[in-house]
């Protein structure tokens, strides 16, 4: 089955700073990688996706990229603020109509201000 | 749309106890899925549903737990004989697939705790 590794668990970055997090996955039939946002006391919230025929996805602030050759995904969050501060989770999803979407082990962000 | 709704929010039971937790999903949404997440770590797959048929579970689930959705509607998810390994928050979301994209709605989740 599949499996998503991410890293760095932990990330400290300075306000205004980027910020990247990286995800390998092992299964190459994935096609489909969201990421999600998960703030204390709520459950995980999508905030991008992409599909494998898609190497770049931007929206605002927020943009991820897939390198299926590699099997790595990124997500990258310029001009910090402190209302990014949360857990972030990367995710691949099969390509089988029966597949699930499996979760990586989340980084923690904080933005100091 | 009122969102995922899960309850109770928090749970504390003593060891040996059977617990049971209740999801409401978007109504629209033919999934619903069952997450466990401890701290630290991201969400872990339990099982999911496809309307009222329950599609998969996972191999590292014991019989203790058993998930049912009703017509397709709610789902409860029951766990026997609690072990303080349980002790985890307990995560619902559904989506409503297309193609090849899942964007998973997630409620906030019950908190157990196994004393």
């Known amino acids: 089955g599949e499996n998503v590794e991410q890293h760095p668990s932990t990330l400290s970055v300075q306000e205004g700073d980027s910020a990247v997090i990286k995800c390998t996955y092992s299964?190459?039939?994935?096609?489909?990688f969201p990421w999600y946002k998960q703030e204390l006391g709520k459950g995980p919230q999508l905030i991008i996706d992409?599909?494998?025929?898609?190497g770049e996805k931007k929206d605002q602030r927020i943009a991820v990229t897939l390198n299926k050759t590699a099997k790595h995904f990124s997500l990258h969050i310029t001009e910090t603020q402190p209302e990014d501060s949360a857990v972030y989770f990367c995710a691949a999803l099969g390509y089988s109509s029966a597949s699930k979407i499996i979760f990586g082990s989340g980084t923690r962000l904080s933005i100091r201000p | 749309d009122t969102g995922v709704s899960q309850d109770p929010r928090h749970k504390i039971t003593k060891r040996g106890q059977n617990v049971t937790f209740r999801c409401d999903p978007i109504s629209e949404h033919n999934r619903l899925y069952w997450y466990r997440q401890t701290l630290g770590q991201g969400p872990e797959f339990l099982t999911y549903f496809q309307n009222e048929a329950q599609l998969e579970k996972s191999r590292l689930l014991s019989d203790r737990f058993s998930a049912e959705r009703p017509k397709g509607s709610f789902s409860t998810l029951e766990i026997q004989r609690t072990e303080q390994g349980d002790s985890a928050m307990y995560l619902c979301?559904?989506?409503?697939?297309?193609?090849?994209?899942?964007?998973?709605?997630f409620g906030s989740g019950t908190q157990l705790s196994v004393l």
């Open positions: 299964d190459s039939a994935s096609n489909y």
């Open positions: 979301a559904s989506s409503d697939r297309t193609g090849d994209s899942e964007k998973l709605f």
């Open positions: 992409i599909r494998s025929n898609v």
